[in-house]
Nanobody
Framework: QVQLAESGGGLVQAGGSLRLSCAAS????????MGWFRQAPGKEREFVSG????????HYAHSVKGRFTISRDSAKNLVYLQMNSLKPEDTAVYYC????????????????????WGQGTQVTVSS
């Protein structure tokens, strides 16, 4: 069983930066693909970014490409989401997801493809 815990959210002005962390426990996630999703009030959970278990492949939603960077430190069981040039429309609860990785290049884009989730961390961007 994998437990995930997100941290690093907060209130920031537009144009600012935040770095989210996702700490995994219960077992190593070095062979798990990881993803970041977000959910704004009244909206469905949407894909933000994902990384393959090897770290060789990353993928970003069009709305965050060029501003967000996903990375992982498998030795520490951590996944990060560096968020720069934040916009008010980035305001949401951000969730970390994990699933067994499959091939080392695969990134999973659908929320229903992830088996484990954290409790989320709130990101609020003021204009």
């Amino acid at each position: 069983q994998v437990q995930l815990a997100e941290s690093g959210g907060g209130l920031v002005q537009a144009g600012g930066s935040l770095r989210l962390s996702c700490a995994a426990s219960g077992r190593t996630v070095s062979d798990y693909a990881m993803g970041w999703f977000r959910q704004a009030p009244g909206k469905e959970r949407e894909f933000v970014s994902g990384i393959s278990w090897s770290g060789a492949t990353t993928h970003y939603a069009h709305s965050v490409k060029g501003r967000f960077t996903i990375s992982r430190d498998s030795a520490k069981n951590l996944v990060y989401l560096q968020m720069n040039s934040l916009k008010p429309e980035d305001t949401a609860v951000y969730y970390c997801g994990a699933r067994w990785g499959g091939s080392d290049y695969l990134v999973y884009l659908g929320a229903n493809e992830y088996a484990y989730w954290g409790q989320g961390t709130q990101v609020t961007v003021s204009s």
